[in-house]
């Protein structure tokens, strides 16, 4: 039986194949509404020294083999 993600639930990992330093430090899926979306997450530092992360999420797009 395949992993289904549950409704308002997922899962966040590491990012093992960052690219460039830009590159999201964790990446994942979560499923909202019925929906599948991505979810990217960075390690920031503020100005003011404290540890926070920034957290981007889209509507998960398929890639298509070629």
Known sequence: ???????GSGSIFEN???K????PDYT???????????????NK???SGRQYQSVKIQPKVEKVPF
């Open 28 to 42: 994942g899926t979560v499923k909202l509404n019925g929906e599948l979306y991505s979810l990217a997450l960075w």
């Open 1 to 7: 039986m395949p992993f289904e993600i549950r409704e």
């Open 16 to 18: 093992d194949n960052k």
């Open 20 to 23: 460039s330093e830009n590159a």
């Open 45 to 47: 530092i503020a100005k």
